[in-house]
């Protein structure tokens, strides 16, 4: 009787086990999501540089990283991290699976340096945003009020 429990036994484990593989690659997660929102500039006062504030949200089970954005109005585009009141230049930001990065005013930032041209409010600002795992975002960040706070999406 041993014998024949044995072969179903290892078939079912097998199976339990196969199944447990799959659920962890696909079900509860899989590959990162990303979407991006709530992007805006405010109008800069300086003629060298501005800021830039957005939301990636990663709908998927895998964390990603923005690693580096460029835009036609800017010689150089850089990552920014606020820690304890003090802002320096990263490699990267994490966007967590199932979660969010928020880019707002007092924390995490683009900073566009070298700017070609001064943007001014009511005009639109193309940003490509790239990641460590995802395809490239393109964005059209709108030019709000230099003294714009977001009541939503920050």
Do not use: W
Request: aromatic fraction near 4%; hydrophobic fraction near 40%.
């Amino acid at each position: 009787m041993r014998r024949r429990l044995a072969p179903a036994a290892l078939v079912i484990a097998g199976s339990l086990a196969l199944a447990g593989c799959g659920e962890g690659d696909g079900g509860s997660g899989g590959a990162a999501e990303l979407s991006v929102g709530s992007a805006y500039m405010p109008q800069p006062v300086s003629d060298e540089m501005a800021a830039g504030f957005l939301t990636v949200t990663n709908k998927g089970g895998t964390a990603d990283a923005l690693t580096s954005v460029s835009s036609d109005i800017a010689g150089r585009v850089t990552v920014h991290e606020t820690t304890g009141g003090a802002m320096r230049e990263v490699e990267s930001l994490t966007v967590p699976a199932h979660g969010e990065l928020v880019l707002r005013t007092g924390g995490d930032h683009l900073m566009f340096e070298q700017l070609k041209r001064k943007p001014k409010e009511g005009q639109t600002v193309s940003v490509e945003l790239r990641f460590a795992h995802s395809d490239p975002v393109e964005v059209e960040m709108p030019v709000k009020a230099a003294t714009y706070t977001p009541t939503t999406g920050h």
